[in-house]
C-alpha cells in the first residue's frame, strides 16, 4: 500500500520500521527547476490547498518502487547498476492533470521525449520484476508532478477516492487563458535511487545510488 497522504503516510512509516519507500527517478537541470520554481510562484495561489512539490524535490519518476526492506537496498542498486541504456532530449511542455481534468487529483508538467525514456523505464521495471517488485500494470507516461491535491497519492491511475473536486478549479481556469507553458530541454546522464521519507511537511527525497546513462551517438 502506498499514499502520498500526510497523515496515512506517517502511520505507514511508523509501521514500516526496517522498511524503506523506494524509487527511481531522474533529476532534473537547474535551469528547468528554476522556470519551474517562477512557474509555481505565478501559480500558487490559484490552487492554495494543494500540495505543492518543493522546486528542490522536483524529479521525474521512473519506477516506484514502494515499500522495501532496509536490505534489499544493495540488491536493488546491484540490479540497476547492471543497466545499460540510453536517454536522449526532454523537452518540457504543457501540463495535464491525473487522472482527468474534471477530477484532478495530481497536477503535472508534460515532458516530450524520444522513444528511448519509455525504453529505459522498461528495462528498469524488468530488472526490478527480476528482484519480484511488481511490475507496472500501465505504458510509462512521463511527467513532472507539481502538486496533488485531494487524496495525495502521486498515481497516474484512477484510484478511490478520485472524483470531480475544485482544487484545481481556479487554476485550471487560469492556464486555459494562457499559451502551453515551456520549461526548457535536458538530456539526462544519469537516474537515481531515492528513498522518500514521509512527514506533515511533505516528502523528504533523498538520493541513495546514482547509474550512468549511456547517451551515445548512434554509428549509422
Ligand atoms: P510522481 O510524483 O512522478 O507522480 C515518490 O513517492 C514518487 O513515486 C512520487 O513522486 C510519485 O511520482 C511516485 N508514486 C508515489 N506513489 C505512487 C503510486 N502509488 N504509484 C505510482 N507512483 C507513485
Known sequence: MSSEHPALALLLTSL????MRLFIALDIDDAIRERLSRFVDGVRNFAPDAR????????VTLKFIGERPDDSVE?????????????GPIHF??????????????????METGSELPKLAAIIDDKMAD??????????SPHLTLARGAGGSGSPRWRKGDGPNRVFQ???EKLSKLPPPEFGTMTPHEFFLYR???????SKYTKLASFAICNLQSQF
Open 75 to 87: 540488491t536493488i542498486k546491484q540490479g540497476l547498476g547492471t543497466i545499460s541504456a540510453a536517454a
Open 170 to 172: 481556479h487554476l485550471q
Open 93 to 110: 511542455r504543457g501540463y495535464g492533470f491525473f487522472p482527468t481534468p474534471k477530477s484532478p487529483r495530481v497536477f503535472w508538467i508534460g
Open 16 to 19: 514500516n520500521a526496517g522498511f
Open 52 to 59: 505543492w512539490v518543493r522546486p528542490d524535490s522536483l524529479h
Open 131 to 140: 528482484l519480484e517488485i511488481p511490475k507496472e500494470e500501465r505504458a510509462f
Open 196 to 202: 522518500s521519507q514521509l512527514s506533515p511537511k511533505g
